[in-house]
């Protein structure tokens, strides 16, 4: 009985890896929504979003190397559990691709409109106003906030915008990682409307 | 789930590829009689990542400990984990302590979560120290450290890197209330007990030990934080353990640990949570036969 339950567990876990190789292969064909993204932000993505090109690591080390892209992380920022004592440590760090520019929840939809204009000036800047430079979302696999980045960005007229389904995890496979701290830009809104 | 489970298949291609690469690369080099010096870049990259750790090591470190001596060592404790875990929110995690008699606690600290106490173990005189097994969220690729306090109020440590991520946000599934049923039910099993030998037992509790960082998808707001904080094991009066733990430690918890031979009485679980849980329950352990 043991042994056949093991089996047929196994036999499950085989199917769910086929399935599931990778982002870009989610088990279930997810269409490209109309426009950004407002269901739940956690689950499997869409294998292309149309006017970006979806890249993996291969050609993003490419990309990195012939075309120095800005690169957009919009993972979530850890926050603290309401309810974890004061004298626990707690010591967030975010580790990312070097180089990256971290604007927490960027790609979340619906996006306040202080928050979308920032996002959109922060890009601007960084790309030196120019909407042909490469740029690159990205945050975890299975997670929407990059494809909404990427998508509000070819929705603004940027032409060479790359989504990086395999996001943080894709990159540490290959490479090392780096503590980086969030845009200053992005930190100061969101201190700012904490004060009000 | 199927994310966890899916990584380790792009991981293996991924391992191919740079085995592949390495290989290539390192023969035009090897002929060349360079084959150790990596390129300058990803030499600097490697570099960085190890020292940024130790860094973040040694700030952890001051937080729990302060100032007092930690020393490296490879017999007083040792991790084992895998080095590629299947699912980030229940990574196994097995401490060895072969020198058992010396030691009076262990912590076990996940350096790279963002509460990186995940616990602490303090044995009593009803304990064997040789091997605790727990398992753990790990959040991103970290180094596990263990600290032993030996019972002279010495600090040795060791460390493992383990491959995981996303093990503290990850959500469980199922709503919060179906989370939540029968918490505080517990099970304890117990090896086969031989004369003389220590009896390896298995606490379960079920518990969703909620992290604080799991967000619900639909109504996106985070689950409050809701663990198991304590856990007292006593055998007759004898204390066996106390652990102290975090919202690092997965849900439904299972912990292995070990009972000296030759104890008498019942085995009776305390364990409260957070938020006032408290539970209690009393198990009988077998006697070893002739």
Redesign the interface.
């Known amino acids: 009985m043991r042994r056949r339950l093991l089996r047929i567990a196994a036999a499950g ?1 085989a199917l ?2 086929l ?5 870009a292969d989610s ?1 279930v064909n997810v269409p490209e929504p109309d426009g950004i993204w407002t269901g ?4 499997y993505t869409p294998a292309t979003l149309s006017g970006a090109t979806v890249i993996d ?1 291969d050609a993003l080390d490419a990309l990195i190397a012939r075309d120095r892209p800005v690169l957009l992380d919009v993972s ?1 920022a ?8 004061a004298d ?6 975010h ?1 990312s691709v ?1 180089g990256a520019v971290w604007m927490a929840n960027a790609g979340a939809a619906p996006l306040d409109p202080a928050h979308e204009a920032l996002f959109l000036k922060r890009v601007a800047d960084l790309t030196g106003g120019d909407k042909g430079r490469a740029v690159v979302a990205f945050c ?3 997670c929407w906030g990059s494809w909404n980045a990427a998508k509000r960005l070819v929705l603004q007229g940027y032409t060479r915008v790359h989504w990086f389904p ?1 996001g ?3 990159w ?8 980086i701290p969030e845009d200053s830009a992005w930190t100061a809104l969101a201190n700012g409307e904490a004060q009000r | 789930m199927i994310h966890a489970l899916a990584k380790p298949v792009l991981n293996r291609a991924v391992l191919v590829r740079s085995i592949l690469a390495a290989v290539t690369l390192a023969a035009p080099l090897a002929t060349a009689g360079a084959a150790l010096v990596p390129s300058p870049a990803h030499a600097a990259g490697a570099s960085d990542d190890e020292a940024e750790r130790l860094a973040r090591w040694k700030e952890i470190q001051k937080s729990i400990f302060g100032d007092k001596t930690i020393t490296a060592t490879d017999s007083l404790v040792k991790v084992d984990a895998p080095v590629r875990a299947m699912d980030a929110s229940l990574v196994p995690i097995t401490l060895t302590m072969p020198e058992k008699d010396r030691v009076a606690a262990v912590h076990l600290i996940i350096d790279d979560n963002p509460s990186p106490y995940a616990a602490h173990i303090a044995f009593g005189p009803g304990a064997d120290a040789g091997e605790i097994k727990l398992r753990v969220r790990v959040n991103n690729y970290t180094n596990i450290h263990a600290v032993v306090e030996t019972r002279d109020g010495q600090l040795f440590e060791t460390t493992k890197f383990v491959k995981a991520s996303g093990g503290c946000s990850a959500p469980m599934g199922m709503s919060d209330e179906e989370a939540m049923k029968g918490m505080g039910d517990m099970k304890l099993k117990f090896a086969e007990a031989q004369p003389g030998r220590p009896v390896e037992a298995t606490l379960m509790i079920r518990h969703p030990n909620f992290s604080g960082m799991q967000m619900n998808q639909i109504t996106r707001d985070y689950t409050p934080a809701r663990y198991i904080n304590k856990i007292a094991i006593t055998r007759g009066d004898k204390t066996v353990l106390t652990l102290d733990g975090d919202i690092s430690i997965s849900s439904n918890p299972v912990i292995n640990f070990g009972l000296q031979p030759g104890g008498q009485g019942p085995i009776k679980v305390v364990a409260s949570d957070n938020q006032n849980g408290r539970w209690e329950h009393s198990f009988t352990a077998p006697s070893a036969t002739n």
């Open positions: 876990t769910l890896l399935a599931a190789a990778g982002p088990p739940p932000q956690r689950g690591i979530l850890d926050r603290r559990p309401a309810g974890l004592p626990r440590p707690w010591l967030p760090a580790r070097p975890h696999p299975e395999e943080i995890e894709g540490q496979e290959r490479h090392p990682t780096t503590v």
